[in-house]
């Protein structure tokens, strides 16, 4: 399995692309997104952020986001129409749309833009250090609980689990990965985090 929101070197046009180029084109796309309610208008987006990312040889890296959206699609449809049943499959055909639009912009940067050169322009836009290197931290730590999770998964397995077929095994099997996947999640930021105090303490003295 190949690792999400990681960056994937290559000589596309859009990887030689400004970093603070990209940034505006992915502000631009969230702006839009939130301010149209019109599913054409963000389908076409969805498929001109598709088509973009095929063109960068990125194609499979976007396209691993649609399981995940699509249960988030099901779920948000499932929801708006059970409370606003006038308009709700619409409406949630709309809200997972404008997110699939914003998950595909984002994952299209951060694939084709080293972390490096991401917090770079971060820091030419006037962020605060500390929001530049969050950033990087986060851009590091989505694989890498991606891998730990595999990781533990296995691990289960190894142990003879079998949490069984269908969707409550689907949610059996979840929680003996996520609980200690958390858990370890947490550990390491609360580490990260004294790091970052200690860092800004010894720039005092």
């Not at 054409?40 to 986001?65: D, H, P, S, Y």
């Not at 994952?107 to 950033?135: C, E, G, I, K, N």
Request: hydrophobic fraction near 55%; proline fraction near 5%; charged fraction near 15%.
């Amino acid at each position: 399995m190949q690792e999400i929101f990681q960056y994937r070197s290559g000589d596309s046009f859009f990887h030689r692309v400004n970093p603070l180029a990209k940034i505006a084109g992915v502000a631009g796309v969230v702006v839009v997104a939130v301010l149209t309610s019109d599913p054409i208008v963000l389908g076409g987006m969805v498929l001109a952020i598709t088509a973009l990312a095929a063109f960068a040889g990125m194609g499979r890296e976007v396209m691993q986001q649609v399981p995940l959206l699509l249960v988030l699609g099901g779920f948000l449809i499932a929801v708006t129409w059970l409370t606003i049943p006038e308009i709700g499959i619409a409406f949630g055909l709309t809200l997972t749309l404008r997110f699939c639009a914003m998950v595909f912009a984002f994952q299209l940067l951060v694939s084709t833009t080293m972390p490096t050169a991401l917090v770079r322009a971060l820091r030419r836009l006037r962020f605060p250090a500390d929001y530049a290197l969050m950033a990087l931290i986060a851009l590091r730590f989505i694989p890498h609980l991606q891998n730990e999770g595999k990781k533990i998964q296995e691990a289960q397995a190894a142990r003879g689990f079998s949490p069984g077929g269908g969707i409550g095994g689907k949610v059996r099997g979840a929680v003996p990965v996520l609980v200690p996947l958390i858990t370890n999640a947490l550990g390491k930021a609360e580490v990260i985090g004294m790091t970052i105090d200690l860092r800004r303490l010894r720039e005092r003295l």
